[in-house]
């Protein structure tokens, strides 16, 4: 697996591509993602050998190209699970957009076999007509009842309020089904805190993270 980096010299918006790309914005800092070139499992309870999992699968994968600069190349996504004891997937996609904070631009293929052209891979960024059929309608479902999570929330209230904890981490899990495709499962985890004058429970407030992993130095891996 190789992956090739190309200059482009004309913006992207990539938050226009947020319906069906992988999105990393920050402060000017963009990245957009398509495809799937490699996926990356980490087991249930092993958490903290993902970074280590997607370092060994990046740096076998040779690079080249006209743009070396900080986060060009193949790169890694994942958005991992509150549960530790789930098991995760960290993709490695086949299209990436990049823009850096000084204006530099750069598109970036990684697979096997003949490149695509510089233009061919802008196309099928901005242009993803029939390679993805998206969902029409979500439904989303809740694993417990709600009768059991008010009765977690209270108990975890009234230890809060009894001073036997300044704060607590509960978590609950949505099972998201979409109008074609397979169901995802998302376990979300609030925040639960108590005032120190009045110790009244906080309302619940959801937590989410994502993460992007590249690898270090532009230069490595790259002839």
């Known amino acids: 697996m190789r992956a090739i980096v ?4 004309h913006d992207i918006d990539a938050a226009a591509l947020a319906d069906y790309a992988m999105l990393w914005l920050h402060d000017g800092f963009a990245l957009a993602a398509l495809g799937q070139s490699l996926t990356i499992d980490v087991p249930a309870n092993e958490r ?14 040779e690079c080249d190209g006209d743009v070396d600069t900080y986060g060009t190349g193949p790169l890694a996504f994942a958005a991992l699970p509150f549960a530790t004891e789930r098991a995760a997937t960290i993709v490695v996609p ?3 957009y990049g823009r850096d904070l000084g204006g530099t631009r750069w598109i970036t293929w990684i697979g096997d076999g003949a490149a695509p052209s510089r233009e061919q891979l802008v196309a099928r960024l901005t242009m993803p007509g029939g390679l ?6 979500f439904t989303v479902s809740s694993a417990r009842t709600e009768r059991s999570w008010r009765e977690s929330v209270a ?3 009234d230890q809060l309020r009894a001073g036997h904890a300044r704060k607590a981490v509960t978590r609950r899990e949505q099972r998201w089904r979409k109008s074609h495709g397979r169901i995802s ?7 639960v ?7 009244k429970a906080r309302g619940p407030a959801c ?3 994502s993460v992007v992993r590249w690898k270090g130095s532009p230069s490595n891996g790259r002839r």
């Open 6 to 9: 190309h200059r482009i010299d």
């Open 48 to 61: 903290a050998t993902a970074a280590e999992r997607a370092d060994t699968a990046l740096s076998a994968i």
């Open 94 to 96: 086949e299209i990436i």
């Open 132 to 137: 993805h059929e998206h969902p029409r309608t």
């Open 155 to 157: 108990a975890v209230r």
């Open 185 to 191: 499962s998302v376990v979300a985890s609030s925040l």
């Open 193 to 199: 805190g108590s005032s120190t004058s009045s110790r």
């Open 207 to 209: 937590a989410t993270g």
